[in-house]
Nanobody
Framework: VQLQASGGGLVQAGGSLRLSCAAS????????MGWFRQAPGKEREFVAR????????YYADSVKGRFTISRDNAKNTVFLQMSSLKPEDTAVYYC?????????????????????WGQGTQVTVSS
C-alpha cells in the first residue's frame, strides 16, 4: 500500500487549502482513513478521520468547523479541505490508513491505529 499526499503550500491566515491523498491497491474502500499533522518540535497529532464508507467523521477540537474530511472510493482518494487557516495550523500533514478493515476504533486519534502513512505535505500559514 502506498499513500501519496499532495496539495500543501504557503497560504495567508484566513485562506484555504485542499489536501489530497491517493492510495494504491484495490482495498481502499475497506479502510478508514485519517489525517495527522506534525509541527516542528511537536508530536504528531490527530486532525481528522473518515470511516471506510464515508458515513462517519471525527475531528480534533482545534480544527472542528474549519476542516472537512471526505473520500472518493472510486478514485482511491481522501481529501482534507482546510478553511479559515491559522498560523498554528502550520505543520507537515500526513494521511494514514487504518490497520484493520471495516473497523471502528475507539482510539482513532492515536497514530498506532494506522498501519500505512503517506510521505507528508507541508502546510505553512503566514500571519
Amino acid at each position: 500500500v502506498q499513500l501519496q499526499a499532495s496539495g500543501g503550500g504557503l497560504v495567508q491566515a484566513g485562506g484555504s487549502l485542499r489536501l489530497s491523498c491517493a492510495a494504491s491497491g484495490r482495498t481502499f474502500s475497506n479502510y478508514a482513513m485519517g489525517w495527522f499533522r506534525q509541527a516542528p518540535g511537536k508530536e504528531r497529532e490527530f486532525v481528522a478521520r473518515i470511516s471506510w464508507r464515508g458515513r462517519t467523521t471525527y475531528y480534533a477540537d482545534s480544527v472542528k468547523g474549519r476542516f472537512t474530511i471526505s473520500r472518493d472510493n472510486a478514485k482511491n482518494t481522501v481529501f482534507l479541505q482546510m478553511s479559515s487557516l491559522k498560523p498554528e495550523d502550520t505543520a507537515v500533514y500526513y494521511c494514514a490508513r487504518d490497520r484493520r478493515a471495516s473497523y471502528s476504533s475507539s482510539y482513532y486519534y492515536t497514530p498506532s491505529e494506522y498501519a500505512y502513512w503517506g510521505q507528508g505535505t507541508q502546510v505553512t500559514v503566514s500571519s
